[in-house]
């Protein structure tokens, strides 16, 4: 870990993840990089240069990634960490975390959150305001689990899935990779097959906005 820390998007997300960094009271100095060049300042930290610029910083500045899509969070990512960059976990200080929890780097959980014991966290992830999580949860990489949404005991998200605002997930659930779903949802079943998922219980919507079957 190194005593500065620099930020990737300096836009909604960034501030929110600026915020944490700031009240963690770790780095001596936090920065941005954000691709609009109009923009010299976020947060009160000064923004020093675009994306393509992070290469300049990787040896002083820990690194990251302040973007909340999933797949753009994590391609770039991915590419820092094959440059070696140093990418650290971002923890509210008021967030409850149980014992053995395991939180991946790059990952951010926000304030608010509960995280019960023998839960998983993979790396890239967002667990926003207000989450609960229960026992065992496991929540894969690049994953967004957005404010207010509650997973009950034993719940499995996928890589790259995407949780809406004020969701709840029944116990013993499974979700696989690359889902959406919709702010509001009750997900009571197993889903098994890629998409988005709406209501309560869900349903999944085909390509013309129309019900399928509930899950899989």
């Known amino acids: 870990?190194?005593?500065?820390?620099?930020?990737?998007?300096?836009?909604?997300?960034?501030k929110v993840v600026a915020d944490i960094a700031l009240k963690m009271n770790k780095w001596e100095e936090i920065a941005f990089l954000d691709d609009d060049e109009s923009k010299i300042t976020s947060m009160g930290l000064r923004v020093i240069g675009t994306s393509t610029d992070v290469d300049k910083y990787i040896d002083e500045y820990d690194v990251f990634v302040g973007i909340g899509n999933n797949?753009?969070?994590?391609l770039i990512q991915d590419s820092?960490?094959?440059?070696?960059?140093?990418?650290?976990i971002l923890i509210h200080p008021n967030t409850v975390c149980g014992e053995q929890v395991h939180i991946g780097s790059g990952s951010v959980v926000m304030p608010g959150v509960v995280i019960n014991c023998c839960s998983e966290i993979g790396k890239g992830s967002i667990?926003?305001?207000g989450v609960t999580l229960d026992h065992d949860n496991i929540i894969?990489?690049?994953t967004h689990i957005s404010p207010g949404v509650h997973l009950a005991g034993s719940v499995s998200i996928g890589k790259k899935?995407?949780?809406?605002?004020?969701?709840?997930?029944s116990n013993n659930v499974n979700i696989v990779e690359e889902c959406t779903v919709g702010a509001g949802s009750l997900v009571?079943?197993?889903?098994?097959?890629?998409?988005t998922y709406i209501g309560a219980p869900?349903?999944?919507?085909?390509?013309?906005?129309k019900f399928k079957g509930e899950g899989d």
Do not use: C, Q
Not at 1 to 14: Q, R, V
Not at 188 to 195: A, H, L, M, T, V
Not at 202 to 209: A, L, P, Q, S, Y
């Open 140 to 142: 894969e990489d690049f």
């Open 71 to 74: 797949s753009t969070r994590e």
């Open 127 to 129: 667990i926003n305001t």
């Open 1 to 14: 870990m190194k005593n500065k820390l620099l930020i990737i998007g300096a836009s909604g997300h960034g």
């Open 202 to 209: 869900v349903k999944r919507m085909d390509e013309n906005d």
């Open 80 to 88: 820092l960490e094959k440059k070696g960059a140093s990418v650290p």
């Open 188 to 195: 009571i079943r197993d889903i098994k097959k890629s998409g």
């Open 161 to 169: 899935t995407w949780i809406g605002i004020g969701s709840v997930v």
